[in-house]
Protein backbone atom coordinates (compact mmCIF):
# COMPACT_ATOMS: atom_id res chain seq x y z
CA UNK A 1 0.00 0.00 0.00
CA UNK A 2 1.26 3.65 -0.55
CA UNK A 3 0.35 6.98 1.18
CA UNK A 4 0.51 9.78 -0.64
CA UNK A 5 1.13 13.03 0.76
CA UNK A 6 0.57 16.44 -0.59
CA UNK A 7 2.38 19.19 1.20
CA UNK A 8 2.47 23.28 1.35
CA UNK A 9 5.69 24.87 2.04
CA UNK A 10 5.57 28.48 3.58
CA UNK A 11 9.72 28.51 3.58
CA UNK A 12 12.66 27.26 1.54
CA UNK A 13 14.19 23.62 2.58
CA UNK A 14 17.35 22.87 2.92
CA UNK A 15 18.84 20.29 0.41
CA UNK A 16 19.40 17.94 3.54
CA UNK A 17 15.74 17.62 4.79
CA UNK A 18 16.04 13.99 4.66
CA UNK A 19 16.09 13.76 8.76
CA UNK A 20 13.14 15.59 8.69
CA UNK A 21 11.63 12.83 6.60
CA UNK A 22 13.06 10.34 8.88
CA UNK A 23 11.38 12.11 11.91
CA UNK A 24 8.05 12.63 10.78
CA UNK A 25 7.67 8.88 9.36
CA UNK A 26 8.58 7.66 12.98
CA UNK A 27 6.33 10.16 15.17
CA UNK A 28 3.55 9.38 12.77
CA UNK A 29 4.20 5.38 12.89
CA UNK A 30 4.15 6.13 16.62
CA UNK A 31 7.21 4.14 19.28
CA UNK A 32 7.74 0.72 16.95
CA UNK A 33 11.10 -0.70 17.91
CA UNK A 34 10.91 -3.15 14.88
CA UNK A 35 10.24 0.38 12.76
CA UNK A 36 13.56 1.17 14.06
CA UNK A 37 15.73 -1.31 14.27
CA UNK A 38 15.06 -3.97 12.27
CA UNK A 39 15.15 -4.79 8.84
CA UNK A 40 12.96 -1.70 7.08
CA UNK A 41 10.13 -3.24 5.46
CA UNK A 42 9.08 0.22 4.17
CA UNK A 43 10.23 2.91 2.00
CA UNK A 44 9.61 6.63 0.82
CA UNK A 45 10.75 8.81 -1.95
CA UNK A 46 12.25 12.63 -1.49
CA UNK A 47 10.17 15.45 -2.03
CA UNK A 48 8.97 16.18 -5.56
CA UNK A 49 7.87 19.35 -7.46
CA UNK A 50 10.61 21.95 -6.15
CA UNK A 51 13.14 24.25 -7.91
CA UNK A 52 16.30 23.71 -6.50
CA UNK A 53 18.49 27.57 -5.51
CA UNK A 54 21.28 28.52 -4.04
CA UNK A 55 21.84 25.82 -1.21
CA UNK A 56 17.73 25.51 -0.84
CA UNK A 57 14.79 24.05 -2.69
CA UNK A 58 11.70 26.11 -3.22
CA UNK A 59 7.84 24.73 -3.04
CA UNK A 60 6.36 27.36 -4.40
CA UNK A 61 3.57 25.40 -5.79
CA UNK A 62 3.51 22.53 -2.65
CA UNK A 63 5.40 19.14 -2.36
CA UNK A 64 4.27 15.64 -3.29
CA UNK A 65 5.66 12.93 -0.95
CA UNK A 66 4.60 9.09 -0.72
CA UNK A 67 5.61 6.10 2.00
CA UNK A 68 5.20 2.34 0.89
CA UNK A 69 4.55 -0.63 2.87
CA UNK A 70 3.28 -3.79 2.52
CA UNK A 71 1.73 -3.48 6.13
CA UNK A 72 -1.60 -1.74 6.20
CA UNK A 73 -1.97 -1.42 9.18
CA UNK A 74 1.49 0.32 9.28
CA UNK A 75 -0.41 2.47 6.70
CA UNK A 76 -3.22 3.18 8.19
CA UNK A 77 -1.03 4.45 12.05
CA UNK A 78 0.71 6.73 9.53
CA UNK A 79 -2.87 8.16 8.52
CA UNK A 80 -3.39 8.54 11.86
CA UNK A 81 -0.74 10.09 12.69
CA UNK A 82 -0.76 12.69 9.99
CA UNK A 83 -4.06 13.49 11.25
CA UNK A 84 -2.64 14.37 14.91
CA UNK A 85 0.08 16.44 14.01
CA UNK A 86 0.36 17.49 9.97
CA UNK A 87 3.32 19.48 10.50
CA UNK A 88 6.46 17.57 9.53
CA UNK A 89 8.74 20.72 10.64
CA UNK A 90 11.25 22.31 7.80
CA UNK A 91 8.13 24.73 7.36
CA UNK A 92 6.42 21.87 5.57
CA UNK A 93 2.76 21.06 6.62
CA UNK A 94 0.58 17.78 5.20
CA UNK A 95 -2.69 18.98 3.21
CA UNK A 96 -4.08 16.39 1.82
CA UNK A 97 -3.46 12.21 2.21
CA UNK A 98 -4.83 9.96 -0.25
CA UNK A 99 -4.23 6.09 0.02
CA UNK A 100 -3.61 3.67 -3.03
CA UNK A 101 -3.17 -0.26 -3.27
CA UNK A 102 -0.41 -1.99 -5.17
CA UNK A 103 -0.97 -2.61 -8.40
CA UNK A 104 -1.92 -5.43 -10.15
CA UNK A 105 1.47 -6.54 -11.51
CA UNK A 106 1.58 -9.22 -14.18
CA UNK A 107 4.82 -11.80 -13.52
CA UNK A 108 7.72 -11.71 -14.97
CA UNK A 109 9.61 -8.44 -15.88
CA UNK A 110 8.87 -4.93 -14.49
CA UNK A 111 10.22 -1.86 -15.23
CA UNK A 112 10.24 1.33 -12.58
CA UNK A 113 11.78 4.33 -12.06
CA UNK A 114 12.99 5.75 -8.87
CA UNK A 115 11.78 7.94 -6.54
CA UNK A 116 14.84 8.08 -4.86
CA UNK A 117 18.49 7.40 -5.34
CA UNK A 118 19.15 4.10 -5.24
CA UNK A 119 22.00 3.01 -2.85
CA UNK A 120 24.22 -0.12 -2.29
CA UNK A 121 26.53 -0.45 0.56
CA UNK A 122 29.26 -3.27 0.19
CA UNK A 123 31.21 -3.92 2.86
CA UNK A 124 34.84 -5.14 1.65
CA UNK A 125 37.09 -5.80 5.32
CA UNK A 126 35.80 -5.31 8.71
CA UNK A 127 36.39 -2.21 10.37
CA UNK A 128 37.45 -0.17 6.45
CA UNK A 129 34.63 2.24 5.40
CA UNK A 130 32.07 0.53 3.17
CA UNK A 131 31.96 0.92 -1.01
CA UNK A 132 28.77 2.34 -2.24
CA UNK A 133 28.39 0.82 -5.87
CA UNK A 134 26.69 2.85 -8.76
CA UNK A 135 25.11 1.21 -11.91
CA UNK A 136 27.79 -0.81 -13.74
CA UNK A 137 29.92 -2.12 -11.24
CA UNK A 138 29.76 -6.06 -11.68
CA UNK A 139 28.33 -6.27 -7.62
CA UNK A 140 25.40 -3.91 -7.99
CA UNK A 141 22.39 -6.19 -9.22
CA UNK A 142 23.91 -9.26 -7.52
CA UNK A 143 23.60 -7.11 -4.12
CA UNK A 144 20.19 -5.64 -4.99
CA UNK A 145 18.53 -9.04 -5.61
CA UNK A 146 20.05 -10.32 -2.59
CA UNK A 147 18.68 -7.31 -0.80
CA UNK A 148 14.90 -8.11 -2.15
CA UNK A 149 14.98 -11.53 -1.42
CA UNK A 150 16.35 -11.30 2.40
CA UNK A 151 13.17 -8.91 2.36
CA UNK A 152 11.08 -11.15 0.95
CA UNK A 153 11.62 -13.96 3.19
CA UNK A 154 11.72 -11.79 6.57
CA UNK A 155 8.04 -10.97 5.11
CA UNK A 156 7.31 -14.85 5.00
CA UNK A 157 7.09 -14.60 1.15
CA UNK A 158 8.97 -17.09 -1.24
CA UNK A 159 12.35 -15.43 -2.55
CA UNK A 160 12.43 -17.91 -5.47
CA UNK A 161 13.04 -16.52 -8.84
CA UNK A 162 12.96 -12.79 -7.51
CA UNK A 163 15.89 -10.70 -9.13
CA UNK A 164 16.67 -6.79 -9.41
CA UNK A 165 18.76 -5.18 -11.96
CA UNK A 166 19.39 -1.72 -13.33
CA UNK A 167 17.96 -1.23 -16.56
CA UNK A 168 21.31 -1.34 -18.96
CA UNK A 169 19.84 1.10 -21.65
CA UNK A 170 19.74 3.40 -18.82
CA UNK A 171 23.36 2.88 -17.23
CA UNK A 172 25.49 5.00 -19.00
CA UNK A 173 23.56 8.44 -18.85
CA UNK A 174 22.50 7.57 -14.73
CA UNK A 175 23.10 10.51 -12.32
CA UNK A 176 24.26 10.09 -9.02
CA UNK A 177 23.55 11.72 -5.63
CA UNK A 178 25.21 12.83 -2.68
CA UNK A 179 23.15 12.49 0.67
CA UNK A 180 24.46 12.52 4.48
CA UNK A 181 23.37 9.82 7.08
CA UNK A 182 24.90 10.13 10.30
CA UNK A 183 27.80 11.88 9.43
CA UNK A 184 28.37 10.18 6.70
CA UNK A 185 29.06 11.14 3.44
CA UNK A 186 26.81 8.27 0.92
CA UNK A 187 26.82 8.10 -3.34
CA UNK A 188 23.20 6.77 -4.61
CA UNK A 189 22.20 6.56 -7.94
CA UNK A 190 19.62 7.66 -10.45
CA UNK A 191 18.95 4.69 -12.65
CA UNK A 192 15.81 3.07 -13.58
CA UNK A 193 15.59 -0.65 -12.07
CA UNK A 194 13.86 -4.03 -13.44
CA UNK A 195 12.08 -6.09 -11.36
CA UNK A 196 11.36 -9.84 -12.21
CA UNK A 197 9.26 -12.67 -10.34
CA UNK A 198 5.93 -13.52 -9.32
CA UNK A 199 2.96 -10.79 -9.46
CA UNK A 200 3.60 -10.99 -5.46
CA UNK A 201 7.15 -10.67 -5.54
CA UNK A 202 6.91 -7.37 -7.95
CA UNK A 203 4.40 -6.17 -5.63
CA UNK A 204 6.37 -6.26 -2.84
CA UNK A 205 9.36 -4.45 -4.33
CA UNK A 206 6.84 -1.67 -5.10
CA UNK A 207 6.13 -1.12 -1.25
CA UNK A 208 9.54 -1.72 -0.06
CA UNK A 209 12.13 -0.57 -2.28
CA UNK A 210 15.63 -1.38 -3.32
CA UNK A 211 18.80 -1.62 -2.25
CA UNK A 212 19.94 -0.84 1.09
CA UNK A 213 18.67 1.86 3.24
CA UNK A 214 14.79 2.43 2.27
CA UNK A 215 14.42 3.40 5.65
CA UNK A 216 15.94 6.81 5.38
CA UNK A 217 14.72 7.12 2.09
CA UNK A 218 16.43 5.21 -0.42
CA UNK A 219 15.04 3.24 -3.27
CA UNK A 220 12.02 4.38 -3.46
CA UNK A 221 9.68 2.78 -7.12
CA UNK A 222 7.82 4.11 -9.18
Do not use: N
Amino acid sequence: MRLHLYLTADQVVPFDYLPTLKSAFHRWAGHDEGLHDGLSLYSYAWLRGGRAGRGVIRFSEGASWFISAPDETLIHALVSGVVRAPDLGLGLRVADARMQRAPDFAAGEQAFRVASPVFIKHETERGKPADHLLPGHPLADELLTATLRHKLRQAGLDDTGATVRFDSAFIATAKTKLFRYQQVQCRASVCPVLVSGSSAQIGFAWEVGVGHSTGIGCGALV
